[in-house]
């Protein structure tokens, strides 16, 4: 045990002076601000085109729900591809550099450098789903208004259901991304070059990704189904449409349930599958 | 200190890379205080062995105990054991000090030398704030070295650590290695460059082709191998064949006057070479014989006793071919 914390100790130092970590979520936050100004724009574009046809506006109010969540899962997507090819380099960087040599010689145990770089991940989760949801939610606070979400008089849902189901829907994100990075661990522990694992990890995601629908009910079994990406199937983005009112079905409970603990029990696959190809694959 | 007996044994070590066997039967002994030379040409199994050593590579026969504890459990020793890989193996990115400190949380030391200490042990400190990518490759390796010194090792491994040193590297690196084993440091180096290491080392062994030429103390290497002699002559082809009843023929110059030719030998009969007495009855009987043979001996000299002779001694004593000893010369290279 002590291992793994003198290695998340180290790991955590390492990652504060490359910087690179900082620089990705000051990334995240601008993709997450950038994506809500551009709804913006279309909005107010939107609105002169429908001022020209004299088109009337009933009382409309709770528009930022919308763009916060689009900006949000935007810059999570983003996020999702940053942590793969974090974790596809964190191994194999090093065995290529040769730090990995000399911290199993030095310090600690294959085993222990796996799951200390694991557990480093779940702070870097946290850290992305924080920045990008908090640029999302000020940028669309300054632009947009927060109330309950009301179209032509009518109330969908009031402002403290809405944050009940996106906090919900956040939740049910979080265990894809621990298991996306799982996975870029596994490949990266079983291969020597980072470019080759980059490229693996990629292609199988991006893969998944443009097949995950003709799979139908049955991507419903595999991580990367559960987490924001370019065809995205999370559960942020079905509130999209809950947070413009196009509909006020939430996360059905057996999607819920599935987003919990599929990728929760593939994570734990993919980490014991990281620790063995470690043993097996040296320094 | 982990162990009280040898600080590393390799035992019967074999290790095969597909159809290819990088080492064969491979066992020595590292003791308490040693400066112990790993050498042998390039491709002989140097870092393969100390990568079996280290529990980097798994053998496929064989057992190695370092400090006391299996190869696999090397990272038990708690910092006990300073590693130096041939490339570095730096963060690029980071600086020297933090490369220093980020070993140094892994350890979890907080005793043992700190980053400064280290880096003036070495001579690296002006190096300090600069990023180690940005580092010559003589650089790196010193703040490599620094780093394999934190936390106080008993045992510093090294693997070909003049590499990428100009002279004066050299110099400050052999000067460290002896500064840390009067300290008590057991080093293990190994190296291609036999001149230099010939410097520093105390005990030796040498491979070629993954096996086992040799191994001891350099006086006990000295004296337990075959002498070597050259010896310029005329009528070199009846040379040849006298030479051939009394030891081995490892090259022939090309005759520049007539049938005058300088020829290298070893000589299988002289026993111990360390003996004085045995050596001058060989060198005698032989020059006896070539007189006889009609041979007329302008030179009969016995190679000087150095690393170099010595490695060629052992190294080419399965192949006699002059084309070997040439091989075995560019050890030195």
Redesign the interface.
């Given at each position: 045990m002590?291992?793994v914390?003198?290695?998340l100790?180290?790991e955590a130092?390492?990652l504060r002076?490359?910087r690179?970590v900082g620089w990705s979520l000051v990334f995240l936050a601008v993709v997450a601000a950038a994506r809500v100004f551009a709804a913006h724009v279309g909005t107010a574009v939107s609105s002169v085109s429908a001022n020209a046809a004299s088109a009337s506006e009933g009382d409309v109010s709770g528009t930022a729900w919308g763009p916060f969540v689009d900006g949000w899962r935007t810059a999570l997507s983003a996020a999702t591809l940053l942590l793969l090819l974090h974790a596809t380099r964190s191994i194999a960087a090093d065995r290529e550099?040769?730090?990995l040599?000399?911290?199993?010689?030095?310090?600690?145990?294959r085993g222990a450098s796996v799951v200390a770089r694991a557990l480093l991940s779940l702070g870097l989760i946290v850290a992305a789903f924080a920045v990008t949801g908090v640029a999302a939610f000020v940028t669309a606070g300054a632009l947009f208004d927060f109330g309950a979400l009301v179209e032509d008089g009518y109330e969908f849902l009031t402002a403290a259901e809405l944050r009940v189901e996106l906090a919900t829907a956040a939740l049910a994100v979080l265990p894809a991304f621990a298991a996306t990075y799982a996975f870029g661990l596994a490949v990266s522990a079983a291969t020597r070059s980072a470019t080759v694992a980059t490229n693996v990890a990629l292609s199988v995601f991006l893969a998944f990704d443009l097949f995950k629908e003709a799979l139908g009910g049955a991507q419903q079994w595999v991580f990367a189904a559960f987490v924001p990406s370019f065809v995205d199937g999370s559960a942020l983005s079905a509130m999209s449409g809950v947070a413009r009112g196009f509909s006020d079905a939430g996360l059905s409970p057996r999607f819920l349930e599935l987003s919990l603990i599929v990728p929760s029990v593939q994570a734990l696959v993919f980490l014991v599958l990281a620790c063995i190809a470690a043993r097996v694959r040296?320094? | 200190m982990l162990a009280n007996g040898p600080v590393l044994e390799i035992d019967s070590l074999a290790k095969r890379y597909g159809r290819t066997d990088a080492l064969r039967d491979v066992s020595f002994v590292v003791g308490s205080g040693e400066i112990h030379g790993l050498l042998g040409p390039n491709g002989s199994g140097k870092t393969t062995t100390l990568a079996c050593a280290l529990g980097l590579e798994r053998p496929t026969r064989g057992s190695v105990r370092i400090l006391g504890l299996p190869a696999a459990r090397v990272h038990e020793t708690n910092g006990a054991v300073g590693v130096v890989f041939d490339g570095a193996s730096l963060l690029g990115g980071l600086t020297v000090r933090d490369n220093l400190e980020y070993a140094r949380l892994l350890l979890g030391h907080g005793g043992g030398r700190t980053a400064d200490e280290v880096m003036a042990l070495v001579g690296v400190e002006r190096l300090a704030t600069r990023r180690a990518g940005r580092l010559s490759l003589g650089q790196k390796k010193r703040v490599a070295v620094a780093r394999a010194l934190l936390g106080k090792p008993a045992l510093l491994i090294l693997d070909e650590p003049l590499s990428a040193l100009d002279t004066q590297g050299v110099d400050a690196m052999l000067r460290l290695i002896r500064t840390l084993a009067n300290e008590g440091v057991t080093v293990v180096l190994s190296s291609h460059r036999l001149v230099e290491m010939e410097r520093v080392i105390t005990h030796a062994t040498i491979l070629a082709e993954g096996r086992v030429r040799g191994t001891g103390t350099l006086d006990a290497l000295f004296a337990s191998a075959p002498m070597t002699v050259e010896l310029r002559v005329t009528r070199a082809a009846i040379a040849e064949r006298v030479i051939a009843s009394h030891g081995t023929l490892l090259s022939v110059t090309a005759p520049v006057d007539g049938d005058a030719a300088t020829l290298v030998a070893r000589l299988t009969d002289a026993g111990d070479a360390a003996s004085v007495a045995t050596r001058d009855a060989a060198l005698a009987k032989l020059n006896r014989a070539l007189l006889e043979a009609g041979c007329e001996v302008a030179g009969l000299i016995p190679a000087r006793r150095d690393l170099l002779a010595l490695f060629h001694s052992l190294v080419s004593a399965d192949e006699a071919a002059p084309g070997r000893a040439r091989e075995a010369s560019e050890v030195h290279a």
């Open positions: 002590s291992g914390l003198r290695t100790h180290a130092f390492r002076k490359t690179t550099s040769g730090i040599r000399v911290t199993w010689t030095r310090a600690t145990s040296g320094g | -």
